[in-house]
């Protein structure tokens, strides 16, 4: 796959995620920045597509798993409002980001926003007739 590729986008995104999981935050912010890198720098993607908020919901969180608070929640909170643009009020994918936001804002101390956002979230899952599992 060339670096472009969306097939290479996609598995640097999985690839940070897992990092993510494995509890290791350097490299989960290592394979975010580059994806980050090749989607806004190189191939200059639209930052409300999908696949792009996606990107940039991975950032923010590796920056918060790294310990960036700040440029974390920045990051997370510009592509949440985008993505209630773009995805629409109700969209399911909506309202996992707010639940990642909060999760970055607790841990940074912001606890009134943090419930806020875990609220939203909550209201959006309750409200998903067609959820697999309940929220």
């Known amino acids: 796959l060339r670096p472009t590729d969306a097939q290479m986008l996609n598995l640097l995104v ?6 993510t999981r494995a509890r290791k935050p350097e490299q989960a912010l ?3 920045e580059r994806v980050h890198q ?6 200059r993607q639209d930052p409300k597509h999908p696949n792009a908020l996606d990107v940039r919901m991975t950032y923010g969180m590796a ?5 960036r608070w700040e440029e974390s ?3 997370l909170r510009a592509a949440v409002a985008d993505a209630a643009g773009a995805l629409g009020p109700e969209a399911r994918t ?5 639940s ?3 999760r970055y804002l607790l841990q940074a101390g912001e606890l009134r926003e943090g419930a806020e956002q875990y609220a939203q979230a909550a209201a ?12």
């Open 100 to 102: 990642h936001l909060a």
């Open 124 to 135: 959006m899952f309750a409200r998903d007739p067609g959820a697999v599992q309940p929220y």
């Open 73 to 75: 929640i920045r990051v």
């Open 38 to 43: 090749l989607t806004f720098r190189e191939l």
């Open 14 to 19: 999985a690839k940070a995620y897992f990092y």
């Open 30 to 32: 290592a394979a975010a």
């Open 94 to 98: 909506l309202a996992f980001y707010h």
């Open 63 to 67: 920056l918060g798993d790294a310990g």
